[in-house]
C-alpha cells in the first residue's frame, strides 16, 4: 500500500511532500489547485509504470510531441529534473535530454537485443526522424538497486517508443495499477478490459455490479475494441456509447474493480457521468468491491453530494482527503481526517 509520496519540479508543482495514505485517498481542490498532477505523479512513481507521464497526459487531451514535452517540468524548465519519491524507498528521475538526435546505429543494435520492443517498431522506424524525448532511471533509494532505465523516444508519426538500457526483471511491490478519467472512459482501453474479464470468466461478476446501477443489461461482450451491451427483451447488441455518459463511466469504473490484477485504482473526477441519484448505490458497491479485492483508491472530485455520499456509506476509518490550493504559486495542502469531514459534512462547510 503506498502511504506516502515526495515531488519535485512536475507540471505546476515545484516541492510537496503528501502522506498519510490510506485505502480510500480523496483529493479536492479547484481546478488550478494540482490535485491530478499529485495524483499523475503517484502513479508514475510506481515500479514498472514506465509510461506514466505520457499515459496520464493522453487522458487529459495531451498529444505529446517533442515541442511541449516542457509542459511536464515546472516552469518549463527543462534542466531541472522531475523527482518523485515513493514511501521514502523509490526514486523515479526524469531527464530531458540535451541532445536528442537518435542514431540509426543504436536502434538497430537495440531491435537486435530486444530492448525496444518490437511490436512498436514498423517497416519505417530507420527513416522516422526518431527523436529522444527523456530519460527516466528509477531505482531504490538507499540500496541503488535499479528498477527502470529508459530513454523515450518519439518519431515523426508520433509514435512513442522505449529504449531499455539494460533489462531489468524487477518485481512489482505495489501490484497492477489502473488509471481512469473523463475522457480515457470513452477510449478503448476499457473495451481490452472487459475483454480479458470475460476471458476470465469473470462476467457474471461484472454485470452483476453493472446491474445495482442499470438493472436492464442482461449481457456484455467485447472484442478488445469495443463494448456492446443487452437489454432485457432486446433483440440485437448495441454499443456501449449508445447508451450515454453514464453507463459508460460505470462500466470503466467496475471493469478496472473486477480485474483482479489492479491493486491500487487512480479514478479522476470519480463523479463524471454518473447521476447524482446513483452516488449512494456507486459508493456502496465501490467501498465493497475494493474491500474484497484488497484495492487501493486514489480519486479526485468537485462533488460535494459524492463526498457525502461515500463518507455516509464508509464504515471504517481507512480514508484520507486531502484539499489542495495555490498560495502564492505555491501548493498547498489540508489534511482532513474523517471525523473532520464528516463534522464539516454535518454543519454544511464545503470543504472542495
Known amino acids: 500500500m503506498i502511504e506516502k509520496i515526495e515531488i519535485k519540479n512536475y507540471r505546476g508543482i515545484e516541492e510537496i511532500s503528501i502522506d498519510n495514505f490510506k485505502k480510500y485517498n480523496i483529493f479536492v481542490g479547484d481546478n488550478s489547485s494540482c490535485k491530478t498532477s499529485v495524483m499523475e505523479a503517484i502513479y508514475s512513481s510506481l515500479p514498472n509504470v514506465r509510461d506514466g ?4 497526459a493522453n487522458s487529459r487531451g495531451m498529444q505529446v510531441r517533442l515541442d511541449n514535452i516542457h509542459n511536464f517540468f515546472y516552469n518549463a524548465d527543462i534542466k531541472k529534473e522531475i523527482q518523485f519519491i515513493l514511501d521514502d524507498k523509490i526514486i523515479t528521475k526524469i ?9 540509426n546505429e543504436k536502434i538497430i543494435e537495440n531491435i537486435e537485443n530486444n530492448t525496444i520492443s518490437k511490436n512498436l517498431m514498423n517497416m519505417n522506424v530507420l527513416n522516422a526522424n526518431m527523436k529522444y524525448l527523456y530519460d527516466i532511471l528509477q531505482k531504490d533509494k538507499n540500496n541503488d538497486k535499479e528498477h527502470m532505465d529508459i530513454s523515450v523516444m518519439i518519431d515523426n508519426f508520433i509514435q512513442i517508443l522505449f529504449q531499455e538500457r539494460i533489462n531489468i526483471k524487477s518485481g512489482n511491490y505495489y501490484g497492477k495499477s489502473s ?8 477510449q478503448n482501453d476499457t473495451a481490452k478490459v472487459v475483454k480479458k474479464i470475460i476471458e476470465k470468466k469473470k462476467k457474471n461478476e461484472l454485470l452483476k455490479i453493472i446491474n445495482i446501477l442499470e438493472p436492464e443489461i442482461d449481457d456484455i461482450i467485447s472484442d478488445g475494441f469495443e463494448i456492446q ?5 432486446a433483440e440485437k447488441m448495441l454499443s456501449l456509447s449508445s447508451f450515454g455518459n453514464g453507463l459508460s463511466s ?5 471493469s478496472s474493480l473486477v480485474n483482479n490484477e489492479t491493486k491500487i485504482l487512480f479514478i479522476d473526477e470519480i463523479e463524471d457521468g454518473i447521476h447524482y441519484l446513483n452516488y449512494s448505490k ?5 467501498i465493497k468491491i475494493t474491500e474484497i479485492l484488497d484495492i487501493q483508491l486514489f480519486i479526485t472530485t468537485h462533488s460535494k453530494e459524492f463526498l457525502e455520499a461515500f463518507y455516509d456509506k464508509l464504515s471504517n476509518n481507512e480514508v484520507t482527503l486531502y484539499r489542495f490550493q495555490k498560495s502564492k504559486n505555491k501548493i498547498k495542502k489540508i ?3 474523517k471525523e473532520k469531514v464528516l463534522y464539516a459534512i454535518k454543519e454544511g462547510w464545503d470543504i472542495r
Not at 507521464?53 to 496520464?56: E, P, R, S, V, Y
Not at 531527464?95 to 542514431?103: H, P, T
Not at 460505470?250 to 467496475?254: E, L, Q
Open 53 to 56: 507521464i505520457i499515459t496520464t
Open 95 to 103: 531527464n530531458r535530454k540535451e541532445n536528442n538526435n537518435v542514431e
Open 179 to 186: 488509471w481512469i478519467t473523463p475522457l480515457s472512459k470513452y
Open 229 to 233: 451491451l443487452s437489454k432485457n427483451n
Open 250 to 254: 460505470i462500466v470503466t469504473t467496475t
Open 282 to 286: 456507486f459508493c456502496e458497491n465501490l
Open 335 to 337: 489534511y482532513y481526517p
